[in-house]
């Protein structure tokens, strides 16, 4: 198993489970990847930004909850236009508030019945207008992504973009949501227990003859491009750095655990406080908050071009997997299969990779 984030311990849980000695190697100090939070005075962060558990997926639901206690937790988000803090996704009932509000609304009523998928920006303004769409997400997607959003796959709006008319304020609506109660780095932990883990362990394919034997079977979920040694060229990767501040004497600093932040006046595209995710904790002093900066080369979202590029690229790399015979590699999860994906689809990924290993290597 390469790699001890949510999807390789997910993967290394189910084969243990079923009898298989799993080894797992992972290039970072710490197991959880991703998804790690951290903690500083009984206050939890998140160093890769923020993670919210919602699934409509029993099976995976039954499993996290089977290594850590969720408590119940509806995500909500905001968003600053200006001076107004708004509901997001956008609530057409919250739309008044703006100063625009007449030129919106007449946009709203000439929409088309259905969205122009062309782009990612075609596919936005056919949701919700021209002005909506600069106030709330042009600049906001410029800076999050470093790219023209007309460069931009209309994928990464599906699902993510909306304009509501229900004044339904969750972001999500699944069945199942939740947050661990100790932070995601115990589910991890719990996962990977029985499994013998390596950690500070970089692995590329050079290494695997001296790693493995003949036919065992190995699991990829580290980057392609890091895993072939960029043998093919870099994947274009987007990153993010969280700047953390603890307010010592702040029970809860804003009305949401994340405020997307759209001006290009603000250097950042969210603040962040996973302290909401826990409600035992509102009125204890001491909060942090995380200003989420983009453009690091860390490798936290694949980027989804709409000329394919990308996507390409990873196609070559998966299409070099075929001709390593000694051992049958499979991928897994959101930085090996190069898709952007919540957690709960990852997990869905990891569960079907185990069940393919048994079925296939007993």
Excluded at 38 to 67: C, K, M, Q, S
Excluded at 110 to 137: K, Q, V
Excluded at 240 to 267: A, F, K
Excluded at 295 to 317: E, I, R, W
Aim: aromatic share 8%; glycine share 6%.
């Amino acid at each position: 198993m390469i790699g001890a984030g949510l999807t390789g311990a997910t993967v290394a849980s189910e084969l243990t489970r079923h009898g298989y000695r799993v080894r797992v190697y992972e290039q970072a100090d710490v197991v959880g990847g991703h998804v790690r939070t951290e903690w500083l005075r009984g206050i939890p962060y998140e160093p890769h930004g923020a993670h919210i558990f919602h699934t409509d997926d029993t099976e995976v639901w039954n499993l996290v909850t089977r290594h850590a206690r969720f408590l119940p937790y509806e995500h909500r988000v905001t968003i600053r236009v200006r001076t107004h803090l708004l509901s997001w996704p956008l609530q057409r009932s919250e739309l008044h508030q703006l100063e625009e509000w007449p030129l919106i609304e007449k946009e709203l009523a000439a929409l088309p019945p259905e969205p122009d998928r062309t782009n990612f920006e075609t596919y936005c303004r056919s949701l919700m207008g021209r002005t909506l769409y600069d106030l709330c997400i042009r600049n906001y997607t410029t800076k999050q992504w470093g790219r023209d959003p007309e460069t931009l796959s209309a994928s990464v709006a599906h699902n993510r973009v909306e304009l509501r008319d229900d004044d339904h304020r969750g972001l999500f609506r699944d069945r199942y949501q939740g947050w661990p109660e100790n932070g995601y780095a115990e589910l991890v932990e719990s996962l990977l227990d029985h499994t013998e883990t390596h950690l500070g362990t970089p692995i590329t394919h050079t290494d695997l003859n001296d790693i493995t034997r003949p036919g065992e079977p190995v699991v990829i979920t580290s980057a392609l491009d890091d895993f072939y040694n960029t043998e093919e060229g870099p994947l274009e990767w987007r990153g993010v750095r969280l700047e953390s501040q603890y307010l010592p004497h702040t029970t809860l600093h804003q009305p949401s655990m994340v405020t997307n932040e759209p001006d290009l006046d603000t250097p950042w595209t969210r603040t962040i406080e996973t302290k909401w995710a826990l409600p035992h904790l509102h009125h204890t002093p001491g909060t942090i908050i995380m200003r989420e900066h983009p453009g690091t080369t860390a490798k936290h979202y694949p980027v989804p071009d709409n000329a394919n590029t990308n996507k390409t690229l990873q196609t070559t790399y998966e299409n070099k997997l075929t001709t390593h015979t000694r051992n049958p590699l499979t991928t897994a999860g959101r930085l090996a299969t190069y898709r952007y994906i919540n957690m709960d689809q990852a997990i869905r990924q990891a569960l079907n990779t185990a069940h393919h290993i048994t079925q296939n290597h007993p």
